[in-house]
């Protein structure tokens, strides 16, 4: 992989090049591996690439799933991949993950003041920002067709047995930080879980050959 420069805003860039990959467990390289192959094709075919991260409620995990796979492709200069998410039904994007996402680094900017709040999160100087809320993943503002479904929780995984459109289902599931809401530990978990995805994702990209 040759790499450009990175125009991860900095302090994410120095988040990401503390993540630590040699702790995946081969057991869980397996789980990764039809991503890096779905992403691998598509680059070495001269594709576009377009990720759709789906969980229950579009809150939490399928969020971060999407901005971390955001950011990895733009530090691994990974072109042309658009990542989305979306839920089996919508939500609201649950505020512990912008406060987490924000302490992480990322400039987020809420966009409307709603039940389901509209976020621009900016991980780049340089490229668009993220848009972040709540939604069905068939919602027209995701790509109805020629995507991978990365189902992100065991409940969506379980319940969603067809994507309409998908061309690969990729079940990659991480355990619910909203296990620890109202507690002493809830920041600490989100963080935690934070950590893995991005870890996980840097992991995905540094395969891919360009």
Known sequence: MIMTQS?????IESLVKELNPLSIS???????KPLIDFI????SSDQEIRINFICTHNSRRSHISQVWAQTMASYFNIKNLFCYSGGTEATALFPMVVETLRNQGFQIQKL??????VYAIKYSENEHPI?????????????????????????????????AGAEKRIPITFDDPKAFDNTPQQAEKYTERSIQIATE??????????
């Open 112 to 117: 409307s003041e709603n039940n389901n709040p």
């Open 26 to 32: 081969e057991e869980r390289k397996v789980v990764l």
């Open 7 to 11: 125009t991860l805003i900095l302090k």
């Open 131 to 163: 848009i972040g809320f709540s939604k069905s993943y068939e919602d027209s503002f995701n790509p109805s067709s020629q995507f991978a479904a990365v189902m992100t929780c065991s409940q969506a995984d379980g319940g969603c047995p067809f994507i």
């Open 40 to 43: 691998q094709s598509k680059v």
């Open 201 to 210: 994702l840097f992991f995905v990209f540094s395969q891919i050959n360009s």
